[in-house]
């Protein structure tokens, strides 16, 4: 597990190594400079024509730097000076002189360059510190290295792209790679500065592990070597030993999100998996997942003792269960997810129309003001402590009754704002999955747009219930759930394509992934 920084953060480390350590600040510019050379010249080729953008900052003297270096490799390279030359910071100034003395190609005005001259471009305008819209020449410059056809590299970050939260601040660079230096910054991971920083490369400039570990984050994602963290099997067990996970899912006829979240739950590594699903399922469900035990119930029965006896009996001996995928809105919907809420002893995961239900129902309550504090306020007195819910962003939407734009631009914003008073577990799935619980935040590296696919969310939520089953925390089971989810999405990308994945690939391939 690593931890992410914001633009504060990165600069406490910096500080920390310059005023604590003693590393002088040029060291650290000379050793970011030499990093963003070598990622060039691995992609790069003497006919390349090189043009760096560099600001007044030391991300411009870590630029300045980079023309020299790439200089002495005998590369064609011109520097353009966007920032002002008495703005210039001590160690951007020295380098600015060494490359005046070197006399290379300054520009001075955006207005005399030929882009259409150069072949590459590197990004050293902003870097971390910026807090405020890209306007005037830098936006007009950032324009037009976004016309610009050939290789992009950014150094640090994208410059407009906010280290913070990963939005645009006014217009930002889209770059092909990023070098960025020690660690990595929330806003490269969060959409829309994902998109714009391409490829990710950490580079080790000489920051010391004191400094890194004097920041403290509660912002984390995972690596590969968190799958350690897997729920142990031990040689002298048997299937009781990995859990029983209920499954309440389907509506009459739809039977798919049933399997899928049973089948994945299965191949996370659960001992016995319980689908509850209305009559009209079963014959299917027998064909698809023998495996599964199987409880059918008559939606249009559930006013007699005996139908909704089934489902309350089935919650009492789970070890996991899960409530929504595919059940619909009805009002035999409705009755089963308050006959689950009610009579459940252990956290719930609550999916997809269990969650429209629940925003349905908050929207028909006289709730105190009925704004989105009084919603999560309600959320939390509504579900058994310790559940985790699992919404896209547009049912987040929906059960805080906030816009939809509001909490794109600010999701660990709204992290915080849902798990401020309560145990809740919520996974708040996007193309990076942010998984929050009480002042934790996961950030999900792993997965693909082949994952925007029906049932894909089916198949997470089963390997979450699987992970819980075994003995993991509802947080843990959450995170280490979207992970492996989003693994399993690349694993079958890189097989398939992103074309032709399909919900089902992805539990095909949790046997490699789990392996």
Known sequence: MKKLVNSQQMKKIDAFTIDEIGIPAMVLMENAANQVVTAMEERISREDIILVICGSGNNGGDGMAAARILLNHGFQVDVFLIGEREKLSAESKKQLDIIENLEMVIWDDVSEINFKGYTVLVDA???????????????????????????????????????????VLGTAVRADVTITFGIEKIGQLLYPGSLHTGKLIVSDIGFPPSAMDAI????????????????RRA????????????IIAGSANMSGAAFLSAKAAYRTGAGLVQIVTPDENRAILQMQLPEAILTTYQ????????????????????????????????????TVVDLVIKNSQIPLILDADALNILSDRFNEAALAGNDSRARISAVAQTVPEGSILT???????????????????????????????????FVMKDART???????????????????????????????AGLLAQGSTPSEAAKLGVYIHGLAGDI??????????????????????LR
């Open 125 to 167: 305008i902003f870097g971390i510190g910026l807090d405020r819209p890209a306007e005037g020449k830098y936006a007009e410059t950032i324009q037009l290295m976004n016309e610009f056809h050939g290789y992009v590299f950014a150094v640090d970050i994208p410059s407009g792209i906010s280290a913070d939260n990963g939005q």
């Open 235 to 246: 040689a002298y067990s048997n299937k009781g030993t990995y859990g029983r996970v209920v």
């Open 299 to 334: 939606p249009d029965g559930l006013d007699k003792e005996s139908e909704r006896l089934k489902i309350i009996t089935a919650v009492s001996c789970a070890d996991a269960i899960v409530v929504g995928p595919g059940i619909g809105k009805s009002e035999a919907a409705r």
């Open 216 to 231: 403290s984050s509660n912002v984390l994602f995972y690596e590969e070597s968190d799958l350690f963290s897997l729920p």
């Open 391 to 425: 919404p896209h962003l547009k049912e987040l939407a929906r059960l805080l009754d906030k816009d939809l734009a509001d909490i794109k631009a600010d999701l660990l914003g709204t992290a915080d704002f849902c798990t401020a008073d309560s145990d809740l577990t």
């Open 492 to 513: 079958t990308a890189q097989e398939k394509s992103e074309y032709s994945l399909m919900a089902s690939d992805l539990i095909e391939a949790l046997p490699a992934v």
């Open 434 to 464: 942010v998984v929050a619980h009480q002042d934790e935040r996961f950030i999900n590296a792993t997965g693909n747009n082949g994952m925007a696919t029906g049932g894909s969310g089916d198949v997470l939520t089963g390997i979450i």
